[in-house]
């Protein structure tokens, strides 16, 4: 299941190939997403979702708008199947591009997105539920860049594709040595 699939780009990516679900709250962007897929279901109401039914959860930047996360934790924790897997991406407040665009950085996003989590943040949020077991943490390098190039509009910068492309290079070769990427994917396991 994609939660907060949005307009279900993703589910309509892999609706081929697994047993598809995607949550959508709101009703335009569900119905957008209902238009374009052909196989998955798009919910309006995840308790609808049998529990323990779910090999893996996806949240694509999606978890810092969640107002309720400890509640949505527990739901997503109910829902899944031994060993599934939880996957969130989230932009890092702690990379390169971030301190270097400050108050431009576009990835802030406020007031839509209510919570930023640094890397560590998150493995401290993870660590502390008992059902969870941090797998794995991935870069989504491209985010360096796309994030940099709504930065540089945001700045009004003439040539803002070219510094974004600048910008966004030296956030990866930095996160290189840091692992401090733009944004980053945890892969976590339901114990």
Same mark, same amino acid.
């Given at each position: 299941?994609?939660?907060g ?12 190939d ?8 709101d009703s ?9 897929i ?16 779910l090999d893996?959860?996806?949240?694509? !930047?999606?978890?810092e708008?969640?107002? =309720?996360?400890? *509640?949505m @934790?527990?739901?997503?924790? #109910?829902?899944? $199947?031994?060993?599934g ?7 890092n407040?702690?990379s390169?591009d ?14 839509? !997105?209510?919570y930023?989590?640094?890397? =560590?943040?998150? *493995?401290? @949020?993870?660590?502390?539920? #008992?059902n969870? $077991?941090m797998r ?7 985010d ?8 540089e509009?945001?700045k009004?910068?003439?040539l ?11 956030s =990866?070769?930095?996160?290189?040595f840091?692992?401090?990427? #733009? ?7 339901k114990?």
């Open positions: 299941m994609d939660y699939c949005g307009a279900g780009e993703f589910v309509k990516y892999i609706e081929n697994f047993q598809t679900f995607g949550f959508e709250p335009d962007a569900r119905k957008a997403a209902k238009s374009k052909s196989k998955a279901t798009i919910l309006d109401n995840i308790n609808t979702v049998e529990d323990q039914s893996a959860i996806t949240l694509w !930047h999606v978890f708008h969640v107002e =309720n996360q400890d *509640e @934790l527990e739901i997503f924790n #109910s829902k899944l $199947k031994e060993k897997l939880l996957i969130i991406a989230v932009p407040p702690t390169y971030a301190k270097h665009y400050k108050e431009y950085w576009a990835a802030y996003d406020v007031p839509r !997105h209510i930023h989590f640094s890397k =560590n943040g998150m *493995e401290n @949020l993870i660590a502390k539920k #008992s969870w $077991k794995k943490i991935k870069p989504l390098v491209l360096s860049y796309y994030i940099s190039m709504l930065s509009k945001y009004k910068s003439p803002f594709w070219l510094k974004a492309t600048i910008y966004g290079t030296i =990866n070769v930095k996160a290189l840091s692992n401090e990427y #733009s944004s980053l994917i945890y892969i976590i396991e114990k």
